[in-house]
């Protein structure tokens, strides 16, 4: 089974995910994490007991369409381009060095990058923030505990206007929120050269805040941004939750094979479908499906696709599956009145 699972993920990843992938590089916003897993070291002739090696899966969500999982041997900065390649747009991302070189000016970039043109603005997360300045609170730091309250504060206030459209929660924010951030960052400043000498979890939380200050004040420029990256961190539960059942991965191909199909999975999810169901259906019109449509077999997508499908086809467990026209032409209109009559 194992090895069945394997080779579903890597025609799955090579099909519908790298569609759905290039459909991605024109989100609006990309939110990633990652997270640590182990992998299983490859067997040799010699008979020597080896440890596991650790891998990572960095999650990436784009708006509201797709989720990705991407493995990586190493959690380099190097990796990371390569994932974000040909990308422009908003990356909101916790203040990892790795993500650094996304957001350098592409006038220091060495003239050798083929990814020189690509433009990407930082969203940084007031989770993290807060977290940082809870865990110095617990400490009995009174001022940390004034920028808990801080921040609780700017939590409260954007989430009243949650439901708006994006144009009308820009306004608002301009004009209630905007106030508040400055007074926050403006008192982080002061305190932190109060502290800035000091070691402790004071200066670890104010000394975040001031570095991050650009990135976080970011989310003034369009309403459809979000202060925290939470949705990231609850994606990756899948992997925290998951690695204490199955304990590692047999290998790296393995791990990247496992990936696609758990990008299956929370992009089913994401639109409402149920996992077992969609892969089944999905698998089942893959091998009659063109090379140049696989983008509507991605979870986005597939709702509509399948009102396209004869239902009696699908049912079967194997046989021909007719393939509809794409959606929008002459013929699919046509094929949609029949069904109607």
């Known amino acids: 089974m194992c090895r069945w699972i394997e080779d579903a993920g890597s025609t799955f990843g090579a099909t519908v995910i790298h ?72 990356v909101q991302a916790d203040a ?14 060495p003239p050798d990058d083929d990814d020189a043109d690509a433009v990407r603005h930082e969203i940084g997360c007031f989770s993290h923030c807060r977290r940082k300045f809870w865990e110095a609170a617990m400490a009995k730091s009174t001022v940390a505990r004034e920028g808990l309250a801080r921040v609780g504060r700017i939590f409260e206030l954007d989430a009243t206007w949650r439901d ?10 301009d004009a209630h ?56 961190e609850r994606a990756l539960r899948a992997i925290a939750t998951g690695r204490k059942a199955w304990l590692f991965v047999g290998s790296d191909d393995h791990a990247e094979s496992a990936g696609q199909l758990l990008s299956g999975i929370a992009s089913s999810k994401l639109h409402g479908l149920d996992p077992e169901t969609y892969f089944r259906d999905m698998f089942r019109v893959l091998p009659y499906w063109p090379k140049d449509r696989h983008l509507e077999l991605a979870p986005k997508y597939w709702a509509k696709t399948r009102e396209r499908l004869d239902p009696k086809q699908l049912e079967r467990e194997f046989g021909p599956i007719d393939v509809p026209p794409p959606p929008g032409t002459a013929a699919e209109e046509q094929i949609a009145a029949d069904r109607a009559d």
Not at 96 to 109: A, C, G, H, Q, T
Request: proline share 4%.
């Open 19 to 90: 569609a759905a992938r290039q459909d991605a590089m024109r989100a609006f916003c990309i939110a990633t994490d990652a997270t640590g897993v182990l992998v299983q070291p490859i067997r040799s002739h010699e008979k020597v007991r080896r440890p596991c090696k650790r891998g990572h899966y960095f999650v990436h969500i784009a708006d509201r369409d797709h989720v990705f999982f991407d493995y990586t041997a190493r959690e380099t900065s190097d990796a990371v381009r390569a994932m974000f390649k040909g990308y422009s747009g908003y």
């Open 177 to 232: 929120l905007r106030p508040h951030l400055e007074a926050f960052f403006a008192w982080a400043e002061i305190e932190y050269e109060k502290v800035r000498h000091q070691r402790g979890l004071l200066r670890s939380a104010l000394g975040y805040a001031v570095r991050q200050k650009d990135a976080l004040l970011r989310v003034l420029d369009d309403g459809r941004l979000v202060l925290d990256n939470n949705r990231s």
């Open 96 to 109: 990892k060095s790795v993500y650094d070189l996304l957001f350098r000016d592409p006038k220091e970039r």
């Open 164 to 173: 708006k459209p994006p144009v009308e929660i820009k306004r608002l924010r």
